[in-house]
Nanobody, 111 residues
């Protein structure tokens, strides 16, 4: 099993980024997939989850209305669309499906 994140970078406040998590060794369509993030000096926190059936999505209060989690079964990839980014969104973002973690991708929101 492998999870490979991409799409991070430096963006100005108010900007957007789309993170991708390319999966191999299993099928994302039948798995509950999550995005976590960890800012310097802080604990890793759950950002968004998409369930393994019915595509039910849940979000942390801090990102609700700004972030959207989705998946493309044909590409076996999960996405995190991040809009209206704030400096406090700066963190390393990780893709997760029990019990596997990706390597993370850095998101920096700064002017």
């Amino acid at each position: 099993v492998q999870l490979v994140e991409s799409g991070g970078g430096l963006v100005q406040p108010g900007g957007s980024l789309r993170l991708s998590c390319a999966a191999s060794g299993f099928t994302v369509r039948w798995s509950t997939m999550s995005w976590y993030r960890q800012a310097p000096g802080k604990e890793r926190e759950l950002v968004a989850t998409i369930s393994d059936n019915a595509d039910v999505t849940t979000y942390a209060d801090s990102v609700k209305g700004r972030f959207t989690i989705s998946r493309n079964s044909a590409k076996n990839t999960v996405y995190l669309q991040m809009n209206s980014l704030k400096p406090e969104d700066t963190a390393v973002y990780y893709c997760y499906t029990t019990p596997y973690w990706g390597q993370g991708t850095q998101v920096t929101v700064s002017s």
